[in-house]
C-alpha cells in the first residue's frame, strides 16, 4: 500500500480529484491510502497564521517556516520513512520515469503543495526532493501535485486492472512515442470511416498497422 500525505492550504481542491473513479478505485482496492492535511491547522494565533511578508522586500507573501515545519513533522510521525516532496519550478521536470520510480519506491510519499510567492527557505532542511511539472509559473503546488498523485497511482499494481497498459502505451519503450490512433463504434460516422483493418480481425495486420501508425511527439 502506498501512503501519499499532501499538505496544503486547499485540502478541499484534492477531494473531487481523489474521489474520481480511477483513484477511488486505487483505495477501494488497498493499492493506496491518500491523507490531506491542512496546512492552515498548524498555523500561528487565533487568526491561524500561515503566510507572511518577505525580509529584504518584494512582492507577494511566504508560507512562514513554523506552520510548515509543524505540519512536515505531523506528517513524517505519521510515516517516518516518508520523502519530503516540494512541488517547486526548481525542481526535476516530472516525467513518466520519474513517475515510475515513485511507483516502484517501497517509502510513502510527502507533497508539500506551497502557495502565494512560495515557502520560506529554511523547510529545505526537510525537503528530500524538488519536482516540477514543466516551465512555467503557477498560483499554488496543488495541480502539481494531483498531477503526480494520478500519474503514481495508475502505475501501483493492480490499478488499470490486468496487466495492461506498461507495453501499449506511450514511453513505455524508453522512446517518446504516443499511441497510435483509436476507433469506437460508430463503423461510420459523418462520412468517416474506420481503418478497415482495424474490423478485420486479423491480429497480425492490425498490430503491424498500429505500428506504422503511432503517433510521434510533436516538438513544435
Ligand atoms: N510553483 N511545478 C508553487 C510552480 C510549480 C511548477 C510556483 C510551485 C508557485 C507556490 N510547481 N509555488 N511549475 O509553478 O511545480
Known amino acids: 500500500m502506498k501512503k501519499i500525505q499532501v499538505i ?8 473531487p480529484v481523489i474521489n474520481s473513479s480511477m483513484l477511488f478505485k486505487a483505495q477501494k482496492i488497498g493499492a493506496v491510502d491518500y491523507q490531506l492535511i491542512n496546512l492552515r491547522d498548524f498555523g500561528i494565533g487565533p487568526r491561524q497564521q500561515v503566510d507572511d511578508t518577505p525580509y529584504g522586500g518584494g512582492d507577494g507573501m511566504l508560507l512562514m517556516i513554523e506552520p510548515l515545519m509543524k505540519a512536515v513533522k505531523q506528517a513524517k510521525a505519521n510515516d ?7 512541488m517547486s519550478p526548481r525542481g526535476q521536470t516530472f516525467d513518466q ?13 510527502i507533497l508539500l503543495c506551497g502557495r502565494y510567492e512560495g515557502v520560506d527557505e529554511r523547510i529545505m532542511s526537510e525537503v528530500d ?3 516540477s511539472i514543466g516551465d512555467y509559473v503557477l498560483t499554488g ?5 494531483m498531477t503526480i498523485i494520478d500519474a503514481v497511482t495508475r502505475l501501483l ?12 502505451e506511450s514511453f513505455a519503450n524508453g522512446t517518446k512515442m504516443l499511441e497510435f490512433p483509436q476507433y469506437t463504434r460508430p463503423e461510420e460516422y459523418q462520412g ?9 480481425g486479423h491480429h497480425g495486420e492490425i498490430a503491424k498497422w498500429r505500428d506504422n501508425h ?3 511527439k510533436n516538438t513544435d
Open 8 to 15: 496544503t492550504l486547499l485540502p478541499e481542491i484534492f477531494e
Open 80 to 86: 517516518p520513512t516518508a520523502e519530503v516532496v516540494l
Open 97 to 109: 520515469p520519474i513517475a515510475e520510480q515513485l511507483a516502484q519506491d517501497e517509502c510513502g510519499l
Open 129 to 131: 526532493k524538488m519536482i
Open 141 to 145: 503546488g496543488e495541480i502539481p501535485a
Open 157 to 168: 499494481p493492480g490499478v488499470l486492472g490486468g496487466e495492461k497498459s506498461a507495453e501499449i
Open 192 to 200: 468517416m470511416k474506420v481503418p478497415s483493418v482495424l474490423l478485420s
Open 214 to 216: 503511432r503517433l510521434e
